[in-house]
């Protein structure tokens, strides 16, 4: 089955610098890779994804670069924010998505003043 | 709010006992899952349905694991004779046909003592 690896587990940035997350999968049929930012005591919400057709994708301050043949992914968050302080997690699944996401244990981000 | 929701939000409960969590999806997202997220780690894909049909279920759910979708719309999952390893944030996600995105629900925290 897929495995995804994430790194780091714990991220502090200065507010207004860049935040740079990254992740693994080990099966490569894998082809659909979504991020999710998780405050305490909410549920996961989908903030950016990218298909195994496409290299990059943005959105606004975030951007999310797949390199299929090495396996890996990174979120890319650029003019950090108090507001960005959550977990984020990568997830990957395969077409159809009946297997579910397999994500990785997540990173904390922490945007200091 | 159109969102995903659960019932109940948190349930604490004793060792042995049964409990049920209640999802109602997204109108119209005839795809339903359901995940497990402990302290510090990323969801864990528990089942999944298409419509009425549950078409997939990971190594993770025991015998005393039962999901149901009897409509098509709403989902139940009981956990019977519970365990204090069975203490978890329960997630439930939906997606529209034909599509990747899965949202989530804020989730259901299930104490075992």
């Known amino acids: 089955g897929e495995n995804v690896e994430q790194h780091p587990s714990t991220l502090s940035v200065q507010e207004g610098d860049s935040a740079v997350i990254k992740c693994t999968y080990s099966d490569s049929a894998s082809n659909y890779f979504p991020w999710y930012k998780q405050e305490l005591g909410k549920g996961p919400q989908l903030i950016i994804d990218?298909?195994?057709?496409?290299g990059e994708k943005k959105d606004q301050r975030i951007a999310v670069t797949l390199n299929k043949t090495a396996k890996h992914f990174s979120l890319h968050i650029t003019e950090t924010q108090p507001e960005d302080s959550a977990v984020y997690f990568c997830a990957a699944s395969d077409w159809g998505g009946a297997d579910g996401l397999t994500f990785g244990k997540g990173t904390h981000l922490i945007i200091q003043p | 709010d159109t969102g995903v929701s659960q019932d109940p939000r948190h349930k604490i409960t004793k060792r042995g006992q049964n409990v049920t969590f209640r999802c109602d999806p997204i109108s119209e997202h005839n795809r339903l899952y359901w995940y497990r997220q402990t302290l510090g780690q990323g969801p864990e894909f528990l089942t999944y349905f298409q419509n009425e049909a549950q078409l997939e279920k990971s190594r993770l759910l025991s015998d005393r694991f039962s999901a149901e979708r009897p409509k098509g719309s709403f989902s139940t999952l009981e956990i019977q004779r519970t365990e204090q390893g069975d203490s978890a944030m329960y997630l439930c996600a939906s997606s529209p046909s034909g599509r990747d995105e899965q949202f989530f629900g804020p989730g259901t925290r299930l104490t075992v003592l």
């Open positions: 990218i298909r195994s057709n496409v």
